[in-house]
């Protein structure tokens, strides 16, 4: 019997929601992260926490058999990996970014410059794609710093709230990568892990999905049914149950996230009453 080996980060920002979609997938851990490697209590699983840099070359060498990481990593250090799913987490971008009071018109700023960055590989595509020649130092952490201490002209780093850019006095120019958590295999797995693999991501798929949807209970009027089912399309059609008080209905349904408050305004609108909206935790179509 094969065991799935599922590599994640130890610690960092992708540990959290890394170990919260496993959980979310039914795959139960051992508490505590002291150990490199857990066998998982429920599923034909271990998983290995590392850093998240070494998880490309661990997956591509089949020590690892899965791994969760960023994007960023996977692109970065083109290791023979296949990405299975976006994930929908830790979204960031790859940026380059240049001090405040510089008046930049355009990537050709960087022509003849320093920039600074832990993505080598990545910022060097992106700039001969653009027929800029610039000279990258590769530094290892606190990259924003270095435009400050003299050290670049700007640099390429991860952005997310751009919180960090501001307050080392830099901007946010031009975005080389869109980043967030992906799952990665090894392409060569034998026929029992990737039957292991593919229970894993349906049950992924399913949990990812049922984030973007919410259960929807509500109270109408017997005269207002039609209006609110026309509204609430379901996953086939919404379920209506009479009430015990005569005159009125119950209606079941489900609604997308992005919709939601759209839609909640419409079903005030008809006399809707006493909403509920509840999460839905698993969602199989
Ligand atoms: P490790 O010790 O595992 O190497 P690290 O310092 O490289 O950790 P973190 O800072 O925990 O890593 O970031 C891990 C990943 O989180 C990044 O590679 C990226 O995909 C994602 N991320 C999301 N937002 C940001 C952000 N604002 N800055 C940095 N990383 C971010
Ligand atoms: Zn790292």
Redesign the pocket.
């Known amino acids: 019997m094969s065991t799935l080996k599922i590599a994640v980060?130890?610690?960092?920002?992708?540990?959290e929601d890394s170990l919260s979609l496993l959980k979310g997938c039914n795959i139960n851990l051992p508490k505590g992260k002291n150990k490199l490697i857990a066998p998982s209590t429920n599923f034909p699983a271990e998983v290995l926490y590392?850093?998240?840099?070494?998880i490309p070359q661990y997956v591509e060498d089949g020590i690892a058999d899965i791994g969760i990481?960023?994007?960023?990593?996977v692109k970065e250090k083109k290791h023979d990996v296949q990405i299975d799913k976006y994930l929908g987490f830790?979204?960031?971008r790859l940026s380059l970014a240049v001090p405040r009071n510089i008046e930049y018109q355009g990537i050709s700023f960087f022509d003849g410059k320093k920039i600074a960055t832990?993505y080598p590989k990545l910022t060097n595509e992106y700039l001969k794609k653009n027929g800029v020649q610039a000279e990258i130092h590769e530094i290892s952490?606190s990259v924003e710093i270095a435009p400050g201490i003299g050290l670049a002209d700007g640099i390429c780093?991860?952005?997310?709230?751009g919180g960090?850019l501001m307050s080392n006095g830099l901007k946010e120019v031009d975005v080389i990568l869109k980043?967030?958590?992906v799952l990665i295999s090894n392409p060569k797995l034998s026929p029992d892990k990737q039957a292991l693999l593919n229970k894993v991501l349906f049950r992924v798929e399913s949990s990812l999905k049922a984030n973007h949807y919410k259960y929807i209970l509500l109270n109408a009027p017997n005269e207002k049914v039609k209006t609110i089912v026309d509204i609430l399309p379901g996953m086939k059609s919404p379920t209506v149950l009479p009430l015990a008080e005569a005159g009125w209905s119950s209606i079941h349904s489900v609604v997308k996230e992005d919709d939601f408050w759209n839609v909640i305004d419409q079903l005030k609108s008809y006399g809707a009453q006493g909403i509920l909206v509840v999460p839905i935790e698993k969602m199989i179509l």
Not at 50 to 54: E, P, V
């Open positions: 980060q130890k610690s960092g920002r992708l540990s590392l850093r998240d840099d070494d990481l960023g994007l960023n990593v830790s979204r960031c832990s952490g780093d991860l952005v997310s709230t960090t980043s967030e958590a």
